[in-house]
């Protein structure tokens, strides 16, 4: 996910549901690198505290 958000700076809609691997440092990195989100979903992510 880090490496994506990095490239990927001008995503707007973002679904990372049911992504049994992504963590609270998963999360800061969407939200440090791509600042032009409108949606993001992290539905059933249970490694995010």
Known sequence: VENLTRRA???RVL???DS???TDKSVTS???NCLHLE???FSRCYAIA
């Open 9 to 11: 700076v001008r995503l």
């Open 15 to 17: 679904d990372l549901s």
């Open 20 to 22: 049994s691997l992504i």
């Open 30 to 32: 969407v939200l440090r």
């Open 39 to 41: 949606h993001i979903a």
